[in-house]
């Protein structure tokens, strides 16, 4: 496992902060620990730290502090689910560029000055679009077939690498 690799990819699926804070639970941690070390407020870490919950990505301990009554949280990095996540991430994108792929190059495509439509629609108005009266035109989508192709390649090769 590559860790620049899987960090690129949590900071293109959640964000720096997010990574940043995960970077921090090599140690189980109380959120105001981590928020001190990284000089950010509390509620801020803890937003953050729910987010990366949320994909299972951290868990905690929760204990009750008998004295006042307040619950602290000691959170805890999952190292056995950030790979699953990585390529999870790298594969629900995959999965829908390729579908994007096999529409842009199954299906002629129309555009006017405000919209691009499929055949089926520009037929219906006669090659006329009914919002700003332009004569639709056959869309040149070589360039967004070209950008997909190498989007898919890119993902490919990281999940190669993870
Ligand atoms: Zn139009």
């Not at 987010?51 to 602290?72: A, C, M, P």
């Amino acid at each position: 496992m590559k860790s620049g690799i899987i960090r690129d990819v949590l900071v293109e699926s959640l964000s720096e902060s997010h990574v940043t804070v995960l970077e921090r639970l090599s140690d189980p941690k109380y959120d105001e620990d981590v928020a001190g070390e990284l000089k950010m407020k509390a509620t801020v870490v803890r937003t953050l730290l729910n987010d990366l919950h949320e994909n299972s990505l951290v868990e905690y301990q929760r204990t009750k502090n008998k004295k006042t009554g307040w619950y602290t949280y000691l959170w805890v990095r999952r190292e056995d689910k950030i790979k699953d996540y990585v390529q999870g991430y790298l594969k629900t994108h995959l999965l829908e560029l390729n579908s994007r792929l096999e529409d842009e190059t199954k299906n002629v495509t129309f555009q006017c000055n405000c919209t691009r439509v499929p055949y089926n629609v520009a037929i219906e108005t006669n090659f006329v679009c009914p919002s700003c009266k332009k004569e639709y035109a056959e869309c040149d989508n070589s360039e967004i077939i070209d950008e997909i192709v190498s989007e898919v390649s890119r993902l490919d090769s990281l999940l190669e690498q993870t």
